[in-house]
């Protein structure tokens, strides 16, 4: 397969910063993996990359395996195909609320299929979980004093493996 016949993934890594890691280490310790054309988006642990056509949990553990190896470190990693990306965002999963338009919209990306019945909306100090579509959940809150209550929300709801982004950041990714 040609290096141009690869599919583009993405992925989200939970937790990294520019206070604890550098983007062009990281950038480094996906090419040691064997992931061609990479680029990180903004400073906060989205990586684009082509790679060989296999399942998502491969290319996570493939990553993580990777930035043990060279950062010392892994990150907690979800990997999308950026096809599904696009799919996501033309889909406007939003558009069926009323969403306040001062209100941050996000999706948290887990890994597989959410184990809980959740009856939604739920609802905390502000912030709304309003959907959910295999893998990703979609939320809105209005920024408070109280902080990110919105995590809260999420972790208290799905647990501590996922990682959230700004409906925003998704569409960066996606290019």
Do not use: H
Not at 57 to 70: F, P, S, V
Not at 87 to 100: E, G, Q
Not at 129 to 157: H, N, Q, R
Request: charged share 25%.
């Amino acid at each position: 397969m040609l290096p141009f016949d690869m599919p583009r993934y993405a992925a989200f890594l939970r937790g990294v910063m520019p206070m604890n890691c550098k983007m062009p280490a990281l950038k480094a310790a996906f090419e040691a993996a064997g992931f061609t054309d990479v680029k990180t988006v903004l400073g906060s642990g989205n990586v684009v990359f082509s790679a060989r056509s296999t399942s998502e949990q491969a290319l996570q553990q493939k990553a993580e395996a990777a930035m043990e190896e060279r950062l010392g470190r892994a990150f907690f990693t979800i990997v999308r195909p950026i096809d599904q990306l696009r799919k996501l965002l033309v889909s406007d999963p939003y558009k069926r609320f009323k969403v306040d338009p001062q209100a941050k919209r996000i999706v948290t990306f887990l890994r597989g299929r959410p184990n809980a019945k959740i009856k939604l909306p739920v609802e905390m100090d502000g912030a709304r979980i309003l959907s959910m579509k295999d893998g990703e959940i979609f939320s809105a809150y209005l920024p408070t004093p109280k902080g990110p209550v919105f995590m809260s929300l999420i972790e208290k709801t799905f647990g501590k493996e996922q990682t959230t982004r700004t409906w925003d950041t998704v569409a960066k990714v996606a290019v």
